[in-house]
């Protein structure tokens, strides 16, 4: 029975990388058995520091009193980058193999913004295998450094029986962090330029945390958009039921898992054709990709999508296909255990 610990944020944690190790844990492995380390949990900066330090001494003595074989640590960038670097050195002092699995969508900004790169490079180089979420990433870390063993796992998820896309809905969602790398603001203005031309009876729901008071004030006299907040698995389980549409006009990602989430559903998206979000929708084919902060284009997109139920028809059931032929979790997971063996 191999052994390894993942490493990564707690189980409350917003954002798609706890989702990711969740899906993990519930996977069941034969012969393997995989323990859990909260490095990171929503509070204040006090309680972030103490259960950051108490995590270094439970995963020193894992290494200590079990047989670890692997370590598979979960990293965004900035401070996510630098507490994760230490874990793995701590990991190589124990002689114990190092899977470095990149997440941040801010990784390429932090690369280039970085003040320590010579200590970045050292680390992914350090690391037994580093795992990216798209091919773009992947790129990008062999220009940045040595190491060769890097795989490309794309982010997954559970796949419904069957395509469960309601063409007769009237909700248009927003699901992730408020604010401008989410293209937040630009969907504002792309919505006032077709609230004329869109039936009164659709919603445009904003569903994530970030700037959220000043996302009220800025829609407080646009009556079809509704600033929810964060909200739990359930609610959005709710919605989805109901949309027809999921937009992510993004400045900077990985492979976001509300597309994933969202398309499994057989819902279509439009996002931006940056980072790994091509390799899952296809432009005019299962969704849309516009560029970055190209208000005019998301505004048209929408609109089309909006007020042609044969289009979003046709793209729900290739969206669905899509995901349950190529990120799926069963699919995705079993690439996961090829890489554990390698190691």
């Known amino acids: 029975m191999k052994k390894i610990l993942i490493v990564g944020p707690g189980k409350k944690a917003k954002g798609g990388i706890n989702t990711v190790i969740e899906n ?15 490095t990171f949990r929503e509070t204040n900066i006090i309680f972030k520091i103490l259960i950051y330090l108490f995590s270094l001494i439970k995963i020193v003595a894992y290494l200590l009193f079990c047989k670890i074989d692997i370590i598979h640590i979960h990293s965004a960038s900035k401070g996510s980058f630098i507490r994760k670097s ?6 190589k002092i124990f002689k114990v193999k190092t899977i470095f699995h990149i997440h941040g969508s801010n990784f390429e900004v932090y690369i280039n913004e970085t003040h320590n790169k ?26 940045l450094s040595q190491n060769t063993n890097i795989y490309i796992l794309n982010n997954s998820v559970i796949i419904p029986e069957r395509n ?5 809905g009237n909700i248009v969602l927003f699901l992730g962090r408020i604010g401008i790398r989410k293209g937040f ?8 330029k077709i609230e004329m031309n869109i039936s009164s009876s659709i919603t445009f729901e904003i569903c994530g945390d970030g700037e959220i008071e000043k996302a009220i004030k800025l829609t407080k006299n646009m009556k079809n958009v509704n600033i929810r907040g964060w909200i739990n ?8 039921s109901d949309t027809i549409l999921n937009v992510l006009p993004s400045y900077h990602e990985g492979l976001p898992m509300t597309i994933l989430e969202t398309m499994s559903r057989g819902i279509p998206n439009i996002s931006t054709n940056i980072a790994g979000i091509p390799d899952v929708i296809i ?32 793209f729900s059931e290739r969206a669905y296909n ?6 799926n979790s069963s699919v995705i997971f079993e690439k996961l255990v090829d890489i554990y063996k390698k190691l």
Request: aromatic share 8%; net charge negative; glycine share 2%.
């Open 118 to 143: 010579k200590y970045m490079i050292n680390t992914l180089e350090r690391a037994d295998i580093i795992i990216v979420l798209s091919e773009n990433m992947r790129n990008l870390i062999e220009k």
């Open 86 to 91: 230490i874990i793995l050195n701590i990991s």
């Open 233 to 240: 698995f359930e609610e959005k389980n709710y919605l989805m």
């Open 185 to 192: 603001y630009d969907l504002i203005e792309a919505i006032k």
């Open 24 to 38: 993990i844990m519930e996977y069941k492995i034969e012969d393997i058995k995989i323990k859990r380390i909260e």
């Open 322 to 327: 899509q995901i349950k032929n190529n990120f």
């Open 283 to 314: 432009n005019d084919d299962n969704g849309y990709l516009i560029t970055p902060g190209n208000i005019e284009e998301l505004s048209i997109k929408l609109e089309t999508l909006i007020n042609n139920k044969i289009k979003r028809l046709e």
């Open 164 to 168: 469960l896309y309601n063409n007769d």
